[in-house]
């Protein structure tokens, strides 16, 4: 049974720092392309970030783009976004999802719906003084 599971949320002032991980299960995570989306309060969910699964290749959207960084640990099954210099407009819940490539993660970073992802259920991020 595929399973992802984010943790690593929670409440932090402007320009503090967070690190979230995605555990993975039931697959084998190097034959996986993996992103973080987020969905604000009242808003439609958005692309964060994509990182494909052999070259570890990167793809981050402009608005996080020189303060998130996305990485993933194959061995361990686990996905991470560490997220600097936060902003109130970060302030979403978090969810991690495959992708069968790193062309398909990025075209539901923009939006397109992929009926094959596998995704977690999400974690809050709050950033507030």
């Known amino acids: 049974q595929v399973q992802l599971v984010e943790s690593g949320g929670g409440l932090v002032q402007p320009g503090g720092s967070l690190r979230l991980s995605c555990a993975a299960s039931g697959f084998t995570l190097d034959d996986y392309t993996l992103g973080w989306f987020r969905q604000a309060p009242g808003k439609e969910r958005e692309g964060v970030s994509c990182i494909s699964g052999g070259h570890a290749n990167t793809y981050y959207k402009d608005s996080v783009k020189g303060r998130f960084t996305i990485s993933r640990d194959n061995a361990k099954n686990m996905m991470y976004l560490q997220m600097n210099s936060l902003k109130p407009d970060d302030t979403a819940v978090y969810y991690c999802?495959?992708?069968?490539?790193?062309?398909?993660?990025?075209?539901?970073?923009?939006?397109?719906?992929?009926?094959?992802?596998?995704w977690g259920q999400g974690t809050q991020v709050t950033v507030s003084s």
């Open positions: 999802a495959t992708a069968e490539s790193i062309a398909a993660c990025i075209a539901m970073i923009y939006g397109a719906t992929n009926k094959r992802s596998n």
